[in-house]
Nanobody, 120 residues
Framework: QVQLVESGGDLVQPGGSLGLSCLAS????????TGWYRQAPGKERDLVAITSSDNTAYSDSVKGRFTISRDNAKNSVYLQMNDLKPEDTGVYYC???????????????WGRGTQVTVSS
């Protein structure tokens, strides 16, 4: 019932900037953590950035260039990407840990992904 939908993926030049958005929809009681992962062709899905009430962390490869933020009222999470490099190319997935009911356990949810391509 809960869905995460990403938007904002595009083709950009090296050194350019791009913003990604993710909207969580459905019955949501609480979002405990949310963030972004990415996957290059033929490689595993890797953490880009994640945030919770007591932690915000970035992959070493994006520190100083990417910024994660949340809008709790809109159940949204954003990723601002600056100084993009060809190695940033991949499918970016939204991730969240969500409880949908006060008596239910929190679950992990994934979006379907949005393509980011940084040309060289």
């Amino acid at each position: 019932q809960v869905q995460l939908v990403e938007s904002g993926g595009d083709l950009v030049q090296p050194g350019g900037s791009l913003g990604l958005s993710c909207l969580a929809s459905g019955k949501i009681f609480s979002i405990y953590a949310t963030g972004w992962y990415r996957q290059a062709p033929g490689k595993e899905r890797d953490l880009v950035a994640i945030t919770s009430s007591d932690n915000t962390a970035y992959s070493d490869s994006v520190k100083g260039r990417f910024t994660i933020s949340r809008d709790n009222a809109k159940n949204s999470v954003y990723l601002q990407m600056n100084d993009l490099k060809p190695e940033d190319t991949g499918v970016y997935y939204c991730y969240a840990v969500i409880r949908t009911h006060p008596t239910d356990s929190a679950r992990h949810y994934w979006g379907r992904g949005t393509q980011v391509t940084v040309s060289s």
